[in-house]
Each structure stands twice: as structure tokens, then as C-alpha cells.
């Protein structure tokens, strides 16, 4: 009888434990802390720092990809691959967003002229390869320094 009734709360903690495990097969962050939505709060610059609250520009970071997106009037928006190594974010292949079409079907690479242009200033990318230093990385906050800038982000 104690066998028996030990034998049933074997298998019911087998199962609850089975149930709590499933539960957790969501997709793990790949890129730990660096994961997330990020506003830029601040950009300095060597004797003078810019307050870029409430100039509503983002990013997202998730996998493989980042989505760049200022939001005013219109918004405008970028994709790009990047590759995380030590303490350097490298920001490689950078694609209109398109609105109409999941991403990576009608992708239109941003060229060097539309660079030129400053298409992507907001975020000190000046050149279709860009390579920032991850001066702070934290579950709440990220620091990026390129060249004498630093920008500095904060998680939503």
C-alpha cells in the first residue's frame, strides 16, 4: 500500500515537473543583456552633451538583426545584421525597412550616397560597416562609443 501510494506521487511530481519544464521552451534572449527595445537618451560629444529624449529614436535588438527607427512625422526606420564580439557591436548590412513585406523579401540596401547623405547620423553611422565600443551593457542601459561620441541608451 506505501509502495503503491508512493508510486502515485512519484509519477504526479514526474509530471508537474514535465508541465513546469514545457513551459519554458519560449526562445532564450541569444544575445543576453544586449537583447531588448532602446531609446537613446543622450549623445556626447567632447565638450558637449545633447539631451535625445525627445527626439523618439530606437533601436531593437533581437537575433541576428537591429531595427532602427526614429519616430516623428514619419517614421523612419532601417535594418541591419550585426555581430556582437567582445567589446565591440558591429553593425553590418543596412536595409530600408520595408512596410509592406516581411523582412528579407523586399529589402533595398541603403547605398554609400544615401550615406552620404546622412541617413543614418541619428546614430553616428556614417560608413555601411560600423564598429561601436560597448562602453556599459547592462539589463537597463547601453552605452555606445564611436569615435569621441558616446551614446547612451536606456531599456524599455
Not at 2 to 27: M, P
Request: proline fraction near 2%.
Amino acid at each position: 500500500m506505501r509502495i503503491r501510494r508512493f508510486h502515485t506521487v512519484f509519477i504526479l511530481l514526474c509530471g508537474l515537473v514535465s508541465v513546469a519544464f514545457l513551459g519554458t521552451c519560449d526562445k532564450m534572449p541569444i544575445n543576453g543583456d544586449l537583447d531588448g527595445m532602446w531609446q537613446l537618451m543622450t549623445v556626447q560629444t567632447p565638450g558637449h552633451t545633447r539631451d535625445a529624449k525627445t527626439d523618439q529614436v530606437y533601436m531593437c535588438i533581437q537575433l541576428h538583426m537591429v531595427e532602427w527607427r526614429y519616430v516623428r512625422n514619419d517614421t523612419i526606420h532601417f535594418y541591419s545584421h550585426f555581430r556582437q564580439q567582445a567589446d565591440s557591436l558591429y553593425i553590418l548590412n543596412l536595409y530600408h525597412a520595408s512596410t509592406h513585406a516581411a523582412v528579407g523579401s523586399d529589402d533595398i540596401p541603403v547605398t554609400a550616397s544615401e550615406m552620404a547623405l546622412g541617413a543614418m547620423d541619428l546614430w553616428g553611422i556614417h560608413t555601411l560597416d560600423t564598429r561601436y565600443r560597448i562602453h556599459h551593457l547592462d539589463e537597463n542601459d547601453l552605452t555606445l562609443e564611436k569615435a569621441d561620441t558616446i551614446y547612451t541608451f536606456r531599456k524599455f
